[in-house]
DNA sequence: TATTTATAATACATTTTGTTTGATATTTGA
DNA sequence: TCAAATATCAAACAAAATGTATTATAAATA
């Protein structure tokens, strides 16, 4: 019988996430009281204690089930594709990703935790890259060190992937992922 | 005798600016308290509420100095020039920059308020390149958004500086702006 | 169903913030 | 240089928010 089993555990913590959410969209979270939530969440205050010490774990917490989802978004892939195609298909999951969970991305970004978004996106990218990357035919060749590349690509498609979000997708999809292919060298 | 010249507010101010930025070397912003900067600083609690409502408006007031000092930066540039010597231009004074305000930026990446840092960076670097790059030839050709290319390339220049930093310059300037040269393609 | 345990209710101590007032020191501007 | 203006300090205090402890109740588990 775990904290993750009991299913009084399990409700509280969604809805203080849901409600954290929902403050988060009015509210700068700075300005957010843990007594806030938990009288919007109908959530005894000595209950919220009892699972986090401040409302920094409880955001951290969010966004350790956010980081979960999206590696598990990463993880199919296929091999020996260029390092162009690689980055098209990070692009693409990093969208669909960031689609399916937009109210939590949107709550984030209104506030100022953009740096929190933005060093998961770009820690989670970066590490992924990094594997895949490793040995490609293409990194190898241009002689850059990876690093390099890497942290140039992830800051780029980021930024393109958060601010896609903040104009509430003034482009589709496809436009996106158009556009970029011509910003970026089928050869590195 | 406005807010500005009384050399009794200046000293005031400086001293914490100063006493912040020592803190947020050793401890989270979100855990420095008022009256933590006021004891470091010497300072009496009700003259820090004489010139801020909370530090959130302090760091305010501190970062506004950085948009300054950063525009004044950006203000010599050359006219007609490529597109990509404008991105390569635009990351030399980035670094240049970054390096001379090294304390600053280093203190507030150490803390969770990168989103800060980031979003002031991305702010001023693409509505500098808005302005210089609107009638840019190989943009005007490249048939792409600008806000596209400027979102991507202001993402990754600025994800390349920061990482510069944290990784304590692993890298010299020259060698950096040698790479990036390596990755932007002569037309965009 | 018996047992375990999470939640609620309440009360309270502590910490931190925010405000006020009057004395003192410093700066300004003539 | 000096009078006027005002920023800072010191101290005390009110208010807000956090954090803890205790007991009763409700819900989940096995």
Redesign the interface.
Known sequence: MNEKTDLRIIKTKKILFETLLKLMKHKNF?KIKISDICEEALINRSTFYAHYQDK?ELLDDLVEDLKVSLLKDLENYENNISSKEYIMRLLSILIDHIDEKKDIYSAILLN????????FL?DVTERESAIRLKNNEDIVK?Q??L???I??????????CL?WLTQKEK?TKEE?LE??N??I?EK?
């Open positions: 700075d920094y100022n935790r953009n740096g929190f978004l933005i060093d770009i241009s850059l060190p690093e390099i590349i942290r140039f690509y992830a800051g780029g498609l980021i930024n393109i601010s482009y996106l556009y970029i011509k910003l060298p590195i």
